[in-house]
């Protein structure tokens, strides 16, 4: 869901916990190779703690991105332990008439949120 027309990224819905996705239908089916996912790292609040001994409530921490080619969806990353704003994904050349992308923890283990999804063919 989009929480404000104003504040364009994508937020989970905390009181539904996770797994939760977001996935992006392209008009027209694409090839691509590279997936762009940024993710909210919370940067404009300072760490209440030294860098690394936590990591902000939002950040998404493991996910699982696939991409639907017209008859299957096909797992292209699966991840665990990000604690990254920018993770690039680049894979052999797919025809893609979906990308989702779920959520399966963050920060919190509840809420999760995304600034973009960027899908290029390389």
């Known amino acids: 869901r989009i929480q404000d027309p104003d504040n364009y990224m994508w937020v989970s819905d905390e009181t539904k916990g996770l797994p939760q996705w977001a996935e992006l239908t392209l008009s027209d ?23 690394g001994e936590s990591i902000p409530k939002q950040v998404v921490t493991d996910y699982v991105l696939s991409v639907f080619d017209g008859k299957q969806w096909i797992e292209i990353a699966k991840v665990e332990g990000n604690y990254k704003r920018r993770r690039i994904h680049k894979f052999d050349k797919i025809l893609a008439e979906k990308v989702r992308l779920t959520v399966t923890g963050s920060g919190d283990g509840k809420t999760a949120r995304l600034f973009e999804i960027r899908l290029y063919n390389e």
């Open 29 to 51: 089916a694409s090839i691509i190779n590279t997936i762009y996912l940024t993710f909210d790292t919370d940067m404009n609040n300072p760490p209440s703690v030294a860098w």
